[in-house]
């Protein structure tokens, strides 16, 4: 199992040690395989950058810092990226350039089709992730009963286990796209396990997975003026990144977040163990994004 | 079949039965859409995933003698009719169900699109080429050209567009596509805080997730950062800016006309930029909201249709919507710019 740390700025690698710590604040301790103790002995790639928030990807000057945070350390880089407008887009081809002279097949990650496409012609040669948000499945965090809407029938077993990536019609096309690699989340209804491929590398988010985002934000609207509140592409005073995050919990159980324009749950205790369990000798990439989405931790809700 | 007027930015309306249909014929859609909801669909999901993004009762045709008559309604007036699977996933069961669905539909039933929203159906659909127009639905979530020239390569003919985006993107995402795709946009009714297309809830479960009681973990920010008093009106904003969302709690102006998010103001823009057509949202709504939406769309595109110039449109949607109130505060505009 490859892992690769999620950060925000290189000043956070100074809560790196703190992982473990972070990690035990969110589970019971000595419940996750002892991932707490190797996760940050074995960190091998840095991913920089938001996959829901173009007002969330860094600066070029933040983009250097934690290009040489990663050259320091010999990590590699995978920068995230979200759905964008042409415009958005326009605004993100100098961080692609910027990547590539970083290093040649640094990688990126793409939620959004158009990206892919204007990727590949603009800024030919880095290597392309296809996202979490292109991985659609079931996620939603209000169901009460998942046993008893499982047993219903073999095709309702399948809707918490399947997701996008799971079929061999998509990996063909996105093999045939030039994609590497799949990224997701693990469903919360389903399997602890995921599918691995031959041709595409698969990575998974930990210890959130997300269910819904988009591109009206409360917490950028708050210092707006009236009429200028939840409009698209405001100033933005990443307010979100100042927060504080308290859970709730959802009708299932599941303890879920709001952090900016998106909603996460926390992988429950036994899901993530089990995964990580499994996924020790196999050819997975763990993406800790516990400090990215949570950097003061977390504070347990009402 | 030939489409009556097919220079023209159209309108497409919502339809759940026979006799919306008839309406719609009656007040001058161009061109209908529907959902099917057939029991084996049930059997196999139990009601915990719905075919679509709406509800089987009250926003779907649920028998085939209905679809039926839907269809030979529409096609006896010259208009297309076409039916959303739009879920925003399939299993891969669900799928080898909905192909079968889908040659019928497209076969014995004689429907003219289908609209759709997961890939791997779209994948599927691209592999058979049936005899139906494939339109993606707004959960497609298409934000950007590149990204309309990916979905026109794999067979599909109309892009409609999502709810966020401002009105300036999306004069550059129809005028950056390169392959020949037409657009699509909402002209009226039901926002959503959430990008469908990402949001991976269900409305099966209690209703839309942006309805529910999600705001609690805001109160808990006043903790660090925020006065007590911009959380406050921070929450009182938010609750303001949902309920335009839900159609300003589904409410109607003094004339009958609905209240809730609409685009009427740029439909001369649209035209301009050469939008095929114009969506009215709702297939769930009731007899009486989808008449008069569909009254409230058409006189506006009478204005279009003869000439007048994109200033002079707007200023007709907001003198004929009449809700200076609603209109001024900028929350029940789709596509408003920043």
């Known amino acids: ?302 | 079949m030939a489409w009556a007027g097919a220079n023209e930015m159209k309108i497409v309306a919502p339809v759940a039965s026979v006799r919306e249909a008839e309406m719609c014929l009656h007040f001058g859609a161009d061109e209908l859409y529907c959902g099917v909801s057939p029991p084996e669909w049930e059997e196999h999901f139990g009601g915990g995933w719905w075919i679509n993004r709406r509800s089987p009762q009250g926003a779907n045709l649920v028998s085939w003698p209905e679809i039926r008559e839907v269809v030979r309604l529409a096609h006896q007036g010259g208009l297309p009719v076409h039916v959303a699977l739009n879920a925003p996933y399939y299993t891969e069961g669900g799928i080898r169900y909905l192909m079968k669905l889908a040659e019928k539909l497209a076969g014995d039933l004689g429907i003219d699109g289908l609209i759709v929203s997961d890939l791997n159906f779209l994948l599927t659909l691209a592999e058979r080429s049936l005899p139906v127009r494939i339109h993606l639905s707004s959960l497609g979530a298409c934000l950007n050209s590149r990204a309309a020239d990916f979905f026109a390569s794999l067979g599909v003919r109309r892009v409609i567009l999502p709810r966020h985006l401002r009105l300036s993107e999306i004069r550059g995402l129809v005028t950056g596509a390169r392959r020949e795709v037409e657009f699509e946009v909402f002209a009226l009714n039901d926002g959503c805080y959430f990008e469908e297309g990402f949001c991976q809830t269900t409305h099966v479960l209690g209703g839309p997730f942006c309805l529910s009681n999600w705001q609690r973990g805001i109160r808990r920010t006043e903790r660090a950062g925020l006065a007590r008093d911009e959380v406050e009106q921070g929450l009182e904003d938010l609750r303001e800016y949902l309920w335009y969302q839900n159609n300003c709690g589904s409410s109607f102006q003094g004339q009958g006309l609905p209240n809730g998010p609409c685009s009427l103001c740029w439909f001369g823009h649209f035209r301009d930029w050469g939008i095929t057509a114009v969506k009215i949202v709702g297939r769930e709504a009731s007899f009486a909201r989808k008449t008069a939406s569909l009254q409230l769309v058409k006189a506006i595109m009478e204005e279009v249709r003869t000439g007048k110039s994109a200033e002079e449109v707007a200023r007709s949607a907001r003198a004929l919507r009449d809700t200076p109130e609603h209109c001024g505060k900028g929350y029940m505009c789709y596509f408003r710019e920043s």
């Open chain 1, 1 to 302: 199992m490859e892992i690769a740390l999620h950060l925000r700025s290189p000043g956070q690698v100074e809560s790196f040690e703190g992982v473990p710590a972070h990690l035990t604040a969110l589970y019971e301790p000595g419940t996750l395989s002892g991932i707490e103790k190797i996760l940050p002995l074995r960190v091998r790639r840095l991913y920089a950058g938001d996959e829901f928030c173009p007002n969330r990807l860094p600066s070029p000057k933040e983009l250097e810092e934690l290009l040489d945070l990663a050259a320091s350390k010999k990590w590699a880089v995978s920068l995230l990226t979200p759905p964008l407008t042409d415009e958005g887009l326009d605004r993100c081809l100098p961080l692609f350039e910027q990547l590539r002279s970083f290093h040649h097949a640094a990688e990126v990650v793409v939620n959004d089709w158009g990206v892919l496409l204007a990727l590949q012609e603009r800024v030919p040669g880095l290597t392309v992730g296809i996202g979490r948000l292109l991985n659609k499945g079931f996620k939603d965090p209000r169901l009460q009963d998942p046993e008893r809407f499982a047993r219903h029938s073999q095709e309702a077993k399948e809707l918490l286990n399947q997701c996008t990536f799971d079929s061999p019609l998509f990996q063909e096309r996105a093999a045939r796209l030039g994609v590497r690699r799949l990224e997701r989340d693990l469903l919360p209804y389903g399997k602890p396990r995921v599918a691995l491929f031959e041709r595409l590398g698969v990575s998974v988010y930990a210890p959130f997975g997300y269910f819904t985002t988009g591109r009206v934000c409360w917490a950028a609207s708050v210092h707006r003026p009236s009429g200028k509140k939840f409009s698209l592409g405001g100033p933005c005073d990443r307010l979100c990144e100042r927060l504080p995050l308290g859970f709730d919990r959802s009708e299932s159980g599941l303890a879920t977040l709001q952090n900016g324009n998106s909603f996460f749950y926390l992988y429950p205790q036994a899901l993530l163990a089990s995964f990580l369990r499994w996924a020790r000798r196999r050819r997975v990439r763990l993406v800790y994004q516990g400090l990215a989405i949570a950097p003061h931790g977390v504070g347990r809700g009402e």
